[in-house]
């Protein structure tokens, strides 16, 4: 299995509008980096129970990333939501 960092864009936060790959990525992955200031719990609820959820609402941006590549090296499949699309709105740049 490859081992990534994958950013996904949950759209205005309504569930029923996230893409079937967002869904199943979310379902699948083992640590998940959200902003929970922005983005709704119902969504982080998706993820499988034994999933680590970690509220990034606290952490400034190096904090984030020092923690992701963290989890990364430990072999996890680390995703990171953002609201909206993360082209457009600066999670990727």
Known sequence: MVRKILFIGVGPGDPDLLTIKAMKEIK????????????????????????????????????????MIEKYKEGKKVIRLHDGDPCLFGAIT
Request: aromatic share 4%; no cysteine; glycine share 0%.
């Open 28 to 67: 699948s992955s083992e640590v998940i980096f959200w902003a929970d200031s922005l983005i709704p719990e119902k969504i982080i609820n998706l993820a499988n129970k034994n999933s680590e959820k970690i509220r990034t609402s606290s952490l400034n941006l190096n904090e984030i990333m020092q923690k």
